[in-house]
Nanobody, 114 residues
Framework: QVHLVESGGGSVQTGGSLRLSCVAS????????MAWYRQVPGSKREWVAH???????TYAASAKGRFTISRDNAKNTVYLHMSDLRPVDTAVYYC????????WGQGTQVTVSS
């Protein structure tokens, strides 16, 4: 069974940066498209970005130009580097397989203050 563990969140001020990590244990994800999502309490989970097996990224409009998704297959880890953070980016961030998602991890909280 695949187990997803997100980390790297925290509290930053507007304009700050964070790098989120997602380790997918129990699976080799290098042949899968991996995605990052975020969710604000009371709202639907929102897709942020995904990275296919060939390393081609796709970003939501809100993330384009500020966020970078990458992966380290040797570490079975997917990253989301976020820069120029804004208060609207405040959310719990999750990773999962874009297609055939598995059980969601606990996520990692990102809080951006003005």
């Amino acid at each position: 069974q695949v187990h997803l563990v997100e980390s790297g969140g925290g509290s930053v001020q507007t304009g700050g940066s964070l790098r989120l990590s997602c380790v997918a244990s129990g699976s080799k994800h290098q042949h899968s498209t991996m995605a990052w999502y975020r969710q604000v309490p009371g709202s639907k989970r929102e897709w942020v970005a995904h990275l296919d097996a060939l390393g081609s990224p796709t970003y939501a409009a809100s993330a384009k130009g500020r966020f970078t998704i990458s992966r380290d297959n040797a570490k079975n880890t997917v990253y989301l580097h976020m820069s120029d953070l804004r208060p609207v980016d405040t959310a719990v961030y999750y990773c999962n397989f874009l297609r055939n998602p598995t059980s969601w991890g606990q996520g990692t909280q990102v809080t951006v203050s003005s």
